[in-house]
C-alpha cells in the first residue's frame, strides 16, 4: 500500500534543520504485515531526542531510514500467526520488541532483547528485514517502528494494546517518555516515604520521570534544568522545587536517588555529585558514543553509590503501560502535561530544530488530519 512519511535522506545535515530539510516527507510502499506482524494506521506520534540523534549523526543508523519510534494508532490488519491482538484495537508502538526467549529478556527488564536490539541496529523489524521501499529500493525501519507515517508495520512483540478511553496523544508518550522516565522511577529509583527523587533533564522524559515519582505518598521531587520555562513547567506539574544546576551545586544539594535524562556524560558526572551517599543515580539518556567521564572508584566505595543504567526504563511494556495508564486514570499521572505541542507532518525539520534548542517537551504529530 502507498503511505505517506518522513524519510531521513543523510545523517548529519546542519541545523538549522528546518533549511538543510534532512526529513524529506514522501509516498513509500508498505508491504503486507508478516506472519508475526501488524498493520497500524498511525493516529499519533511523538517527537522525541532519540529521533533528533539520529538527524544529527550521535546514533547512526541506517538510511534512508523512516524515522519515529514513538506513536500510536489503531490496527487494520493482523499476520496469521497473530492471536493477542484484533483489529480496530488502540495500540502503543514500544521502540525495543521483546521476543520474551533471549538472555536479556530473562533479566525481567533489567536488560534489552537481544534479537529486539540487532534488529533495531539493522533497521529491520524483528522477523528480519524491512517492510517499506521508494522506487524500488528499501528504506529502513527506525527501532522497530517507523512512526513518522500514516501507517506502520510492526511485529506485534512492539505493541501494547490499551482501551478505547485513552487518547492517542497520550497513548503516544506512554511508549517512550512514560516507559523511559517512568520506569527508571518504578524499576530502579523505587522512592521511598521520606526520601528525594531529582531528575537531571526536564524535557518529555525527564517530565515523564518527575510526574511517575510525585506519585509516591510523601518523595520529595526536585528537577533540575538550565532553561527557565522547563524549570516553570515542572512546577506548574507539581515538583517541589526546580533548580538550575548551579543552583544545585551552590545549595550543596543531594537527593536519594537522581535520574538522569539528558543523554551527556558531563550532565551524568553532575548526577554523581549531585547522589546522596548510599543513594541511586540512573542514567536513561543516550549520549554519543564517544562521550566519556572521570570517576573516582573510591568516591563510589566510601559514600556506598549505585551508578545504574536503565534502557527503555528498565521496562517490560506488556507489564508496566498497564500500570501506568491505570495511574493515569485515576489521576496520578497527568500525562497531558508533558505535551507542549501539536504539529503536523510536514512540520517535521523544523520539529527538530524545536528539540534541539529546547523549546519544547514533547511535540506531537496529530495523523488524523492526514
Same mark, same amino acid.
Given at each position: 500500500?502507498?503511505?505517506?512519511?518522513?524519510?531521513?535522506?543523510?545523517?548529519?545535515?546542519?541545523?538549522?534543520?528546518?533549511?538543510?530539510?534532512?526529513?524529506?516527507?514522501?509516498?513509500?510502499?508498505?508491504?503486507?504485515?508478516?506472519?508475526?506482524?501488524?498493520?497500524?494506521?498511525?493516529?499519533?506520534?511523538?517527537?522525541?531526542?532519540?529521533?533528533?540523534?539520529?538527524?544529527?549523526?550521535?546514533?547512526?543508523?541506517?538510511?534512508?531510514?523512516?524515522?519515529?519510534?514513538?506513536?500510536?494508532?489503531?490496527?487494520?490488519?493482523?499476520?496469521?500467526?497473530?492471536?493477542?491482538?484484533?483489529?480496530?484495537?488502540?495500540?502503543?508502538?514500544?521502540?525495543?520488541?521483546?521476543?520474551?526467549?533471549?538472555?536479556?529478556?530473562?533479566?525481567?527488564?533489567?536488560?534489552?532483547?537481544?534479537?529486539?536490539?540487532?534488529?533495531?541496529?539493522?533497521?529491520?523489524?524483528?522477523?528480519?528485514?524491512?517492510?517499506?521501499?521508494?522506487?524500488?529500493?528499501?528504506?529502513?525501519? @527506525?527501532?522497530?517502528?517507523?512512526?513518522?507515517?500514516?501507517?506502520?508495520?510492526?511485529?506485534?512483540?512492539?505493541?501494547?494494546?490499551?482501551?478505547?478511553?485513552?487518547?492517542?496523544?497520550?497513548?503516544?508518550?506512554?511508549?517512550?517518555?512514560?516507559?523511559?522516565?517512568?520506569?527508571?522511577?518504578?524499576?530502579?529509583?523505587?522512592?521511598?516515604?521520606?526520601?528525594?527523587?531529582?531528575?537531571?533533564?526536564?524535557?518529555?522524559?525527564?517530565?515523564?520521570?518527575?510526574?511517575?515519582?510525585?506519585?509516591?505518598? #510523601?518523595?520529595?521531587?526536585?528537577?533540575?534544568?538550565?532553561? #527557565? @520555562?522547563?524549570?516553570?513547567?515542572?512546577?506548574?506539574?507539581?515538583? @517541589?522545587?526546580?533548580?538550575?544546576?548551579?543552583?544545585?551545586?551552590?545549595?550543596?544539594?543531594?537527593?536519594?536517588?537522581?535520574?538522569?535524562?539528558?543523554?551527556? #556524560?558531563?550532565?551524568?558526572?553532575?548526577?554523581?555529585?549531585?547522589?546522596?551517599?548510599?543513594?541511586?543515580?540512573?542514567?536513561?539518556?543516550?549520549?554519543?558514543?564517544?562521550?566519556?567521564?572521570?570517576?573516582?572508584?573510591?568516591?563510589?566505595?566510601?559514600?556506598?553509590?549505585?551508578?545504574? #543504567?536503565?534502557?527503555?526504563?528498565?521496562?517490560?511494556?506488556?507489564?508496566?503501560?498497564?500500570?501506568?495508564?491505570?495511574?493515569?486514570?485515576?489521576?496520578?499521572?497527568?500525562?497531558? @502535561?508533558?505535551?507542549?505541542?501539536?504539529?503536523?507532518?510536514?512540520?517535521?525539520?523544523?520539529?527538530?530544530?524545536?528539540?534541539?534548542?529546547?523549546?519544547?517537551?514533547?511535540?506531537?504529530?496529530?495523523?488524523?488530519?492526514?
Amino acid at each position: 500500500m502507498k503511505i505517506r512519511g518522513a524519510v531521513l535522506e543523510s545523517i548529519g545535515a546542519p541545523s538549522p534543520f528546518d533549511q538543510s530539510r534532512p526529513l524529506q516527507v514522501a509516498e513509500l510502499d508498505l508491504a503486507e504485515p508478516g506472519p508475526t506482524e501488524v498493520l497500524v494506521r498511525v493516529e499519533a506520534a511523538g517527537v522525541c531526542h532519540s529521533d533528533l540523534s539520529v538527524v544529527d549523526g550521535k546514533r547512526p543508523r541506517p538510511v534512508p531510514m523512516l524515522l519515529g519510534h514513538e506513536a500510536a494508532g489503531r490496527i487494520e490488519q493482523v499476520g496469521a500467526e497473530v492471536t493477542d491482538l484484533a483489529v480496530g484495537q488502540r495500540v502503543i508502538m514500544t521502540f525495543l520488541p521483546r521476543c520474551g526467549e533471549c538472555a536479556g529478556c530473562a533479566t525481567d527488564g533489567m536488560a534489552p532483547c537481544v534479537p529486539g536490539s540487532v534488529a533495531n541496529g539493522g533497521g529491520e523489524l524483528l522477523a528480519g528485514g524491512s517492510r517499506l521501499s521508494r522506487d524500488g529500493s528499501p528504506v529502513t525501519h @527506525h527501532l522497530g517502528v517507523s512512526g513518522f507515517a500514516t501507517h506502520a508495520v510492526v511485529d506485534h512483540r512492539s505493541l501494547v494494546p490499551v482501551e478505547d478511553d485513552v487518547p492517542p496523544n497520550v497513548a503516544a508518550v506512554l511508549g517512550c517518555a512514560v516507559l523511559t522516565g517512568g520506569g527508571a522511577v518504578i524499576n530502579v529509583a523505587k522512592p521511598r516515604s521520606g526520601q528525594t527523587v531529582a531528575v537531571v533533564g526536564l524535557g518529555g522524559v525527564g517530565l515523564a520521570a518527575a510526574l511517575t515519582a510525585l506519585s509516591y505518598e #510523601g518523595v520529595r521531587v526536585v528537577g533540575i534544568d538550565p532553561l #527557565g @520555562h522547563k524549570r516553570a513547567a515542572a512546577l506548574q506539574a507539581g515538583v @517541589h522545587e526546580a533548580l538550575t544546576p548551579d543552583e544545585a551545586a551552590e545549595k550543596g544539594f543531594k537527593a536519594d536517588a537522581v535520574i538522569e535524562a539528558v543523554g551527556s #556524560g558531563r550532565v551524568f558526572a553532575s548526577a554523581i555529585a549531585l547522589t546522596a551517599p548510599g543513594g541511586k543515580t540512573i542514567t536513561v539518556g543516550l549520549p554519543a558514543p564517544d562521550d566519556t567521564i572521570e570517576l573516582s572508584p573510591l568516591a563510589l566505595v566510601a559514600e556506598g553509590k549505585t551508578l545504574v #543504567g536503565s534502557y527503555l526504563g528498565s521496562a517490560v511494556p506488556k507489564r508496566d503501560i498497564p500500570v501506568f495508564v491505570d495511574m493515569w486514570r485515576a489521576g496520578q499521572l497527568p500525562l497531558e @502535561h508533558l505535551v507542549s505541542s501539536t504539529i503536523a507532518l510536514d512540520d517535521i525539520n523544523r520539529a527538530m530544530d524545536d528539540l534541539a534548542d529546547g523549546s519544547e517537551l514533547r511535540q506531537i504529530i496529530d495523523f488524523t488530519q492526514e
